[in-house]
């Protein structure tokens, strides 16, 4: 089914909106939020709120790509959920190394609070990333956006992992130096 017919079944109130999406975006919300969250259950869950969330929010809003706004909503959840869960603890998963690759490029939100809107440094990043290769994009993006580990990025891209290691190592540094030229840093 096309997604604006799914978008109509929304704004419908139809029951069979919820399973339209869930037969063609079930999986992908899936991925996203167990590349997060590392666990089955809460990537369901994770799943099931953005069902929820989206039939609650569907009536005021009619996305224009609907992948990427159901993606967004369950990123949303599974960041939450894992926020949560390892409040005490650093987790051993993929999420904290992966934030913890950028800490060293992206500066504090107390440093930007007091130079720039938070709005600029997300306008910075994305004039930067509108700046990579296709495939340097593609890496960033399941890296930082769907924190997909180095070895799911290698055999996506056919690339060694070593490859992949050292090409979000070098696209970091580039995005450092940008942030710095933009007077974010």
Known sequence: ???AAI????WQRSDQAISETDRKYGKYCHTIAYNI???????????NDTWFSAWNMMPDKRPAILSTFLGYITRNFALDRF????????????????LEELENCIPSLANVEQC???KELEAA????????SQADRRM????Y??????????EKMGYSQSKTKMTLFRTRNKLRMYLEEEGLC
Do not use: H
Request: hydrophobic share 40%.
């Open 125 to 132: 990043i994305d004039r930067f990333v509108s700046t990579l």
């Open 7 to 10: 978008v109509d079944l929304y």
């Open 140 to 143: 960033f993006i399941a890296r």
């Open 83 to 98: 926020k949560a869960k390892n409040a005490q603890k650093r987790g051993g998963g993929e999420t904290p190394l992966a």
């Open 116 to 118: 720039y809107e938070e």
């Open 1 to 3: 089914m096309e997604d």
């Open 37 to 47: 969250c590392a666990n089955n259950e809460d990537a369901e869950e994770c799943v």
């Open 145 to 154: 956006w769907f924190l997909a580990s180095i070895s799911e990025i290698s």
